[in-house]
């Protein structure tokens, strides 16, 4: 990797990490899901003796998740109900309905206590536990689908309560998991070897490896350039699917993004003239399903895909810091953007006067890596 690429894996690593959940609201957000699953499994039994489970899903399990753009609204913390009851037994409307007694049930619990009681919402599927400038919980009723392709698939309600829904958000993690296998286990290693602790205790969500970097950019762009235009905005799951097929396992966050980006559409099947992105989870699931019946969907995705692919290609091409973090701020915002740059230019300095900033024989470029040592600059314009 030469100098440039290797500052500009830098600079998105800093940025795409400065849109991540910050450390202190994931605490508090794991904190609060624990605290709900733990109640929710205990009064299940109380009130309809037999088993129940809730686990995260979406980009909170896969170390995704992406500040939205407008940070007073919160983080989405995506989670899985799961009962243990046959489809013959209940409905899709019961099985709301209790979700939501139950609910009430634990923010009616919380009163007079010093926890942080949130405000509960009714979804069109799911109930939503809001906390005010933190994040929000989207918990999700759902039952074992005992028809289904895996021993961990689910069915979850539709948004109209009709039909029910095939799902599988642990199969598709574990995919996800796969197609970064081998960076993953790097990356969490070194952690480890960083904190001075056994890989185990590293929460494998918060690992920032290249896919993960590349899928939370990806996210951005496509929230600020939907910004105005809502309608049909592409979905996260297509998003990170594409991203994940796409990538073949580089080690930099830059490498990693130019390939999936130039790859995202070669990824997309056609099956009789009928566009298809199968579930890796449940391959008879078409993720673009929707872009049959309504067309402009599919139009609006390879708009944004024609614009992020413009947007990457500016920034990769272009030369010195301040040009590049130029065309960043345009495609991932200006305050992440100059945070990151900022954030880049003090690890230099540090560097720099730390001693290690190496210079390249030859070209002259300046950074970590080179053949000649740069000396540590003092405050009285020597060099020691």
């Known amino acids: 990797m030469n100098e440039k690429d290797d500052a500009l894996s830098e600079l998105l690593d800093l940025l795409s990490s400065g849109l991540d959940m910050p450390d202190a609201v994931y605490d508090q957000a794991t904190s609060k899901y624990t605290e709900l699953s733990r109640w929710l499994s205990k009064d299940h039994i109380q009130r309809f003796d037999t088993d129940a489970s809730i686990y995260p899903q979406g980009s909170m399990r896969l170390g995704t998740i992406v500040m939205p753009v407008d940070e007073t609204s919160g983080c989405d913390v995506d989670l899985v109900y799961l009962r243990e009851l046959k489809k013959s037994s209940t409905t899709q409307e019961r099985l709301k309905a209790q979700l939501g007694e139950q609910l009430r049930g634990y923010v ?58 095939h799902s599988n958000p642990k ?15 790097s990356r969490l290693e070194e952690v480890a070897k960083a904190a001075e602790v056994e890989v185990e205790r590293i ?16 996210k951005r762009h496509r929230d600020l350039w939907c910004q105005g235009n809502h309608e049909h905005k592409p979905t ?4 990170t699917t594409l991203a994940a097929l796409a990538y073949s396992s580089e080690a930099t966050t830059a490498s990693a993004l130019q ?15 009928v566009y298809w ?56 915002g200006t305050a992440v953007s100059d945070g990151a740059a900022r954030a880049f230019g003090n690890r230099y300095y540090e560097t720099r006067t730390a001693g290690d900033l190496r210079m390249q024989a030859g070209s002259g470029r300046v950074g970590k890596s080179g053949q000649v040592r740069v000396p540590p600059h003092t405050n009285y314009g020597e060099s020691g």
């Open 108 to 165: 009616e619990s919380l009163k007079g206590s010093r926890e942080t009681i949130p405000s509960l919402e009714d979804g069109r599927r799911c109930w939503t536990l809001e906390y005010p400038g933190a994040f929000h919980m989207d918990v999700l009723p759902a039952i074992p689908d005992e028809d289904g392709p895996a021993s961990d698939a689910i069915l979850i309600p539709d948004r109209d309560l009709r039909d029910w829904q």
């Open 171 to 185: 199969g598709y993690a574990a995919w996800f998991e796969e197609r970064e296998a081998k960076v993953l286990a």
């Open 203 to 218: 929460p494998r969500e918060r690992a920032k490896t290249p896919l993960r970097q590349t899928v939370r950019l990806l």
């Open 236 to 239: 996260s799951i297509i998003i």
């Open 259 to 273: 390939a999936v980006v130039g790859h995202m559409e070669e990824r997309i099947e056609r099956r009789n003239g």
């Open 277 to 332: 992105i199968a579930n890796p989870a449940n391959p008879d699931e078409n993720f673009a399903d929707k872009w049959r019946s309504e067309p402009s969907r599919g139009s609006r995705f390879f708009e944004w895909l024609s614009a992020l692919q413009a947007d990457v290609h500016e920034a990769t091409s272009r030369t010195g810091i301040h040009r590049i973090v130029e065309t960043l701020s345009t495609a991932f």
